[in-house]
């Protein structure tokens, strides 16, 4: 066999093997991408193996299928297949470079090929191919054509691989850069050895070119396996980064929620105590520790029902095994109402809300209580109470009043008949004794004091302004003790009076004066009963008069003492 036919012979060997290595790499890209799918620049290397199969595929079938001589020497027709297959193949590793680069592109940037480099990469390969076909060239002048593209592509890959931020920087971007590095190394010294490919002077350096030139495939194969290991790499270790990422955003996503969650639960206004498996306070939030009035420390490792007293610490105890501490179980609205213990000893109305804290196999791994001071809406409460009763006795003295204001026009009118009478009686002649004379001055003087209370009658019925003169303490107090004098006397009471005439006068409505010490006065007869003792007394305190009341009676029962001041009420029996 002819050194040419040898050459010839590990040339075509070395396209297959190359073929062979193109279609594993291209089958082992399309097999991660399926499996990795979202990550375009694994598609775009994938297709990089492709184009070289495509380009390998031309040059093995123009080494199969048509004797290796120069063009000139070959017949029109199989000289025109070969510019085609060059053309192919020219467009085959023009296409292999352009992939490579914008692989390199998404992999480095994470964005889109812009548009225009894909229009001027797609214009380049027909140009490109369209030449070859119209003007061909020689194999060793192609080469020599392709390096002039793949040295600077292959730079540019190896630099933006080697730009990539740290935390990218990993063992496979960084093998893929030297891979890069060293195919532009491997191109630069293709460029002078299929330039004087032939004969050549036997010096060594000619001899290592001549070997390169000779054994190219082999060695593109090499490196096609390399730049394969490399992207497999790369994309591992992308995989790789990409869950740690999504591993910590998760964790910074749990701490976060968890921080909020923890914000929630200190501004949270009830009180929230969590419970271990054992019953006992594990951690308790400031609207807790403010209820209870007490420092974590003070409750932390207590009894749950540290802070209930009597039968509320029972009924808490009970609750642990009722349906709303069974673990996963939520009843809405089930509470209960004890009484609870501050950590001072005091006691207060609370509210208590207990729910179970899921575990393995349904088991409860603790429990959460919901503490509510209700202390403010006791009294709250209360208050409504107290402004509803307020509300009902407006409503019913609106209704007394109404009556009233007729039952006062009624009274009028023998109130009139009494009065002109009995003042017709003191005016006859001859005058009536002293007896007589006393007794209808009294009965005058008590008419008057009836229409008086008519008139207060009509003014609790209506608002109307009071009339107001001044007046000697002494004679508001001589005007009402004749009508009390008998009937002390007749029941064995002693009625004291140690009221001055030298007191000052008041301002004060007379008839309303009269009717208090009217009142006072009657009640008190009611109250000391036969043998009792009743004394009225006045005395100046500063700029003002008091006039006292008082007997030896039992006093006002507590439970009366708040309604006194209240219209028509009274503690007698009917009758």
């Not at 208590?352 to 959460?368: N, W």
């Not at 006859?428 to 001055?441: G, I, R």
């Not at 006397?489 to 309303?512: I, Q, S």
Request: glycine share 10%.
């Amino acid at each position: 066999m002819s050194p040419q036919d040898t050459g010839t012979l590990i040339a075509k060997l070395g396209i297959q093997l190359q073929l062979t290595g193109s279609v594993l790499c291209l089958a082992l890209g399309l097999t991660l991408r399926r499996g990795m799918g979202g990550r375009p620049w694994l598609t775009w290397w994938a297709m990089s193996f492709g184009a070289v199969a495509l380009a390998v595929t031309a040059l093995l079938v123009r080494y199969s299928l048509i004797p290796i001589e120069p063009l000139e020497a070959l017949p029109e027709g199989e000289s025109i297949l070969v510019a085609g297959l060059y053309a192919g193949y020219a467009a085959g590793k023009l296409l292999f470079l352009c992939c490579l680069l914008a692989g390199t592109w998404l992999f480095r940037f994470r964005q889109p090929v812009p548009r225009v480099g894909l229009g001027s990469a797609l214009a380049l390969i027909g140009g490109v191919a369209v030449l070859f076909a119209l003007a061909p060239a020689e194999l060793n002048s192609m080469v020599v054509w392709q390096a002039g593209f793949s040295i600077p592509v292959f730079l540019v890959c190896a630099a933006l691989l080697a730009s990539l931020q740290p935390p990218r920087r990993t063992r496979g971007s960084r093998m893929l850069a030297v891979v890069f590095f060293a195919l532009a190394g491997l191109w630069t010294l293709y460029l002078p050895a299929f330039l004087q490919a032939g004969p050549g002077p036997q010096t060594q350096p000619g001899q290592l070119l001549s070997w390169l030139s000779g054994h190219n495939s082999y060695i593109d194969t090499i490196f096609e396996f390399l730049l394969g290991f490399g992207m497999l790499l790369a994309v591992l270790d992308d995989v790789f980064l990409e869950a740690e990422e999504s591993r910590t955003a998760r964790l910074r996503e749990v701490a976060a929620s968890e921080a909020r969650l923890g914000q929630i639960i200190r501004a949270a206004s009830d009180g929230i105590v969590l419970l271990d498996k054992d019953l006992r306070i594990a951690h308790c939030n400031p609207a807790a520790l403010e209820i209870l009035r007490a420092t974590e420390s003070d409750l932390v490792g207590q009894p749950f029902d540290r802070f209930a007293r009597g039968s509320g610490g029972d009924a808490l105890r009970d609750s642990v095994h009722g349906p709303a501490a069974r673990a996963g179980s939520y009843l809405p609205g089930l509470a209960l109402r004890i009484e609870g213990r501050r950590a001072d000893g005091e006691e207060f109305p609370m509210e208590v809300s207990l729910r179970a804290i899921a575990g393995g196999e349904g088991m409860a791994e603790g429990h959460v209580l919901l503490l509510r001071d209700l202390t403010e809406r006791v009294r709250q409460d209360a208050e409504r109470s107290r402004m509803e009763s307020q509300l009902a006795q407006a409503a019913r003295l609106e209704t007394i009043g109404r009556m009233v204001s007729g039952v006062a026009h009624e009274l009028n009118n023998p109130l009139t008949a009494i009065l002109a009478f009995a003042q017709d009686l003191l005016q006859q002649t001859p005058p009536p004794n002293a007896s007589d004379a006393e007794a209808l001055t009294t009965i005058v003087h008590q008419a008057q004091r009836c229409r008086a209370i008519v008139q207060d009658l009509l003014t609790f019925a209506r608002t109307k302004r009071e009339d107001r003169q001044s007046t000697s303490a002494a004679d508001l107090v001589k005007q009402v003790l004749p009508a009390f004098d008998r009937q002390a006397a007749a029941n064995g009471t002693a009625l004291e009076v140690a009221v001055r005439d030298d007191l000052p006068p008041v301002h004060v409505n007379a008839a309303a004066m009269e009717q208090v010490l009217t009142n006072l006065l009657s009640n008190a007869l009611y109250a000391v009963g036969p043998g009792g003792w009743i004394g009225v007394a006045a005395a100046v305190e500063g700029d003002r008069l008091a006039l006292v009341v008082e007997d030896d009676g039992p006093g006002i029962a507590p439970e009366v003492l708040p309604r006194v001041f209240e219209p028509f009420f009274t503690t007698k029996e009917p009758g």
